[in-house]
């Protein structure tokens, strides 16, 4: 166990690294910035060398809804509230009740409320991906998995397209690191029945 928890954890760090290498060194952000310049003239003033093609337009989502909300939310924390509300969107609505947002991820309050944005939202992504990983160990771990497939579908799971590269919405990946745990949970009280 102690060997397979090594090589997973030192595999799972190395993608990590790999994956989400501009914002662990908070260098970049993880939100598709260049969609604006690329796709809408009144935004070419954000990149003037533009060429009208951004690397990934299908999160245009992120540029226009959720990052827009995750920093609406993190300045009002910031400010001394919860922000329950959202004045500035759909001529306004309940900012927290929009589960698709993941405001109360506890990783995300913990971050928002001790660093700078950038690195909040970002270290959130990375967290939650760590998380994943780890949770999907544990799981096959407890299912007793040979080590290959315990460190090899643990990374699977980690680094799956939706939780790597598409990012949005957030719910999803906020979700689904807690349901390997949920699963473990399962399994042990059908084995021995307790409270």
């Known amino acids: 166990f102690a060997r397979g928890s090594l090589l997973f954890l030192l595999l799972s760090a190395a993608g990590t690294l790999f994956i989400f290498r501009g914002a662990v060194w908070n260098q970049r952000l993880l939100a598709p910035l260049d969609v604006a310049p690329n796709l809408y003239a009144k935004f070419k003033w954000m990149d003037p060398q533009a060429s009208g093609i951004p690397r990934n337009h299908y999160l245009k989502d992120m540029f226009d809804f959720g990052?827009?909300?995750?920093?609406?939310?993190?300045r009002g924390l910031r400010e001394g509230e919860f922000p329950w509300w959202d004045p500035y969107s759909d001529g306004g609505h309940p900012m927290v009740a929009e589960a698709h947002n993941n405001l109360t991820d506890p990783f995300r309050l913990l971050l928002y409320g001790c660093l700078p944005f950038e690195a909040a939202y970002n270290?959130?992504?990375?967290i939650h991906s760590l998380l994943l990983g780890f949770g999907m160990f544990v799981l096959l771990r407890h299912l007793r998995f040979s080590?290959?497939?315990?460190?090899?579908?643990?990374?699977?799971?980690?680094?799956?397209c939706g939780h790597a590269f598409f990012f949005f919405p957030p719910n999803v990946e906020g979700s689904f690191l807690y349901f390997p745990l949920l699963w473990v949970v399962w399994s042990e009280f059908l084995e021995a029945p307790s409270w």
């Open 147 to 160: 080590l290959f497939a315990t460190v090899f579908g643990a990374l699977g799971y980690q680094f799956a």
């Open 123 to 126: 270290w959130t992504r990375i």
């Open 67 to 74: 990052l827009p909300r995750q920093y609406a939310f993190y």
